[in-house]
């Protein structure tokens, strides 16, 4: 799963990329800020792991993640910039957004930047769609072809969605349809979390960015979230650790670092869930898309347990911390089930796969 960042030069991208992967990329106050291309890996908190790992103490732990891709800044006009194919593998769009002010842009408007960047992401989709569906007359002119006439139809349904500047992932499509699409990996269909960047002055404002700003509308569309960070003090607080940290969110006047809902709003907006899985080696957390089978689940740890699956083992994770985890505990009272390989795993459950590798 990849994530890539996204919004105005100066937003705070790169701050951000680099509190969420822990990496130490240089934020750029006075460049032009467009040059840039930077991956890392993003660790989803997860207090359930935590206390899987406490209570198994196995040698290693291992957090679901997923991939963050820090991207040059795209301005108003400069939808060039979105060919990258960077942009075009992304999942989900982290758009970072200005909410602080500034002494060269000046006083933050985001409701402006948010409708901005939307319609750069639809007319470059509507640029996508044209161009299809120009080749698709000129070759239906010569031979009707079944395949073809479809996909004329849906673009066409696509366009006047876009031209009525309704980015692509409000708009429902049939199975088969979305997968006849699939392909053209349209920039306003990927899920967005528009993240508010506040001032560190402002981050009591967070809660209330949505009606501050306007954003109820925003906030209400298909697939996309509206949160907020403070980019440049969230920083301060992923540098201490301990009774220090909590002591200085305390002072900040927050719970827990605000990263740590953004990164798990990026995990519900890319619709994944975390089953768990035990040993002495390593507890983790695998991220699944929700609605995954057992099977395929098993796939994701490994292509030869799903090959030779036979049964999987499961119990939910509250079952197991409210027995100490003593799986003992767990069959005696009938809590250790075991399904078939079209069972529909849900979040927090613990799986233990059973299989059977086929030899020749
Ligand atoms: N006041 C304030 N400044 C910020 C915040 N986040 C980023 N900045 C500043 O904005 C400038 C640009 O940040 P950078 O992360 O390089 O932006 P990018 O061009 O979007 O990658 C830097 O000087 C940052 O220190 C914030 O939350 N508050
Ligand atoms: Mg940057």
Known sequence: MKIGLIGLPKSGKTTLFNLLTGSTVATARYDAGRA????????????????????????KTTYASFEVVDLAGIAKGERGGLE??????????????????????????PRRDIVDLETELILADLEVVERRLERLEASLRKQRKEVEAKEQEILRRLTSALEAETPLRAVELSSEEAKAIRGFTFLSEKPILHCLNLDE???????????????????????????????????????????????????????????????????????????????EDEVRAWPIPEGTRAQD????????????????????????????GSFADLRAKGQLRLEGKDYIVRDGEVCHFRFNVAKG
């Open 36 to 59: 840039e291309l930077h991956t890392g890996v993003a660790r989803v908190p997860d207090p359930r792991v935590d206390r899987l790992s406490a209570l198994f103490k196995p040698k």
């Open 201 to 279: 002055k402002a981050i009591l404002d967070g809660p209330a960015v949505v009606e501050k700003y306007g954003l109820h509308e925003v906030a209400a569309r298909p697939r996309t979230r509206v949160g907020w960070v403070s980019a440049v003090i969230e920083t301060e607080v992923a540098q201490l650790a301990g009774p220090e940290q909590q002591a200085f969110l305390a002072e900040l006047g927050l719970k827990e670092p605000a990263i740590h809902r953004v990164l798990s709003d990026c995990y519900t907006l890319l619709g994944l869930i975390s089953f768990f899985t035990l040993g």
């Open 84 to 109: 990258t194919k960077e942009f075009r593998n992304a999942d989900a769009l982290l758009h970072v957004v200005r909410a602080f002010a500034d002494e060269v842009a000046g006083p933050p408007d």
């Open 297 to 324: 689940a098993a796939d994701t740890v490994h292509s030869d347990i799903a090959r030779g699956f036979i049964r999987a083992e499961v119990n939910s994770y509250d079952d197991l911390v409210a027995v100490n």
